[in-house]
């Protein structure tokens, strides 16, 4: 087994989010949009890369943040901290109304708000984000059978099967519950060489349990890679219990995106310290 380190693309911007913001940050250029607005919750990888991607890019940013009660916790939450150091605009709001976060009625009240702004979906999944993660497979990664991912709203996994030769199969480990990310993939994947394997979610998205702290730091001490604790940990852990148990066959060649997400760990330990559990090594 094989780890492709996209973490390593860029300090901040790391793995899937770098590919998924490239394009839409051109085009957002080409079309001489002046402001980025998206949405994410309290930890998100995706508010923190946007922000520092737009500042650093020259637009003025805008987060839709899921949560009114985070208002007040800014200074203690280490994402949301960072993206407004980065000059990004929180905006929080209550649950319910997050929901409408792609009711197009909402979307023109925001418009109505912010002004003229081009929209990045949560997570970043659009075409021109599966556009970018079609280039993390390349030539080079021909000779594996098996590509492995972790799957959030699924633009990685589309880019990567849109990417990927007849003879691979590529399996996806969503950090999710349920099986409605099928059908988000069904959206922009072009070819059918794929599955979701759905064992390893940990209880769904943001949660987790002892046993896969334990193993992110286990990983970390033995191979000198961090692991994060929503997507890549997960993924990880559901490989190599899946290798034990021998579900490929002998003399398979496998590669694992590892998809970035570290700047998740510190929000995490935040989280775990006050419910008085082990700390993932940073």
């Not at 995706?46 to 009660?69: C, L, M, P, Q, V």
């Not at 990880?236 to 002998?250: A, E, H, N, T, V």
């Amino acid at each position: 087994m094989y780890l492709k380190r996209e973490d390593l693309i860029h300090p901040v911007v790391s793995g899937n989010k770098f590919r998924k913001l490239k394009y839409n940050i051109l085009n957002a250029k080409s079309l001489s949009k002046t402001t980025l607005l998206t949405f994410g919750g309290a930890y998100s990888n995706h508010i923190a890369a946007t922000a520092y991607a737009g500042n650093k890019s020259g637009f003025n940013t805008i987060g839709i943040i899921r949560g009114d009660e985070l208002e007040d916790k800014v200074v203690s939450n280490p994402t949301l901290k960072f993206a407004k150091s980065m000059g990004m605009r929180l905006e929080f709001i209550d649950r319910g109304t997050y929901r409408m976060k792609y009711n197009a009625d909402f979307i023109e009240k925001l418009k109505a708000s912010y002004g003229d702004f081009y929209l990045i979906p949560e997570g970043g999944t659009n075409t021109l984000a599966v556009k970018g993660c079609e280039e993390i497979i390349t030539n080079d990664d021909k000779k594996f059978n098996y590509i492995c991912c972790c799957v959030g709203t699924g633009g990685t996994i589309a880019g990567i099967i849109n990417s990927s030769k007849s003879h691979q199969k590529i399996i996806g480990f969503p950090a999710l519950k349920g099986d409605f990310l099928r059908q988000d993939i069904l959206k922009f994947a072009t070819n059918d060489n794929w599955d979701l394997i759905r064992d390893y979610n940990f209880g769904g998205y943001g949660k987790i349990k002892p046993e896969l702290i334990s193993f992110i730091n286990e990983f970390k001490a033995k191979y000198m890679i961090p692991l994060d604790p929503i997507y890549t940990g997960k993924m990880m852990y559901g490989l190599i219990d899946m290798i034990g148990k021998g579900y490929f066959p002998r003399e398979s060649k496998l590669l694992a995106i590892h998809t970035g997400g570290l700047q998740g760990i510190s929000g995490m330990n935040f989280v775990l310290k006050r419910k008085n559990l082990p700390l993932i090594n940073i």
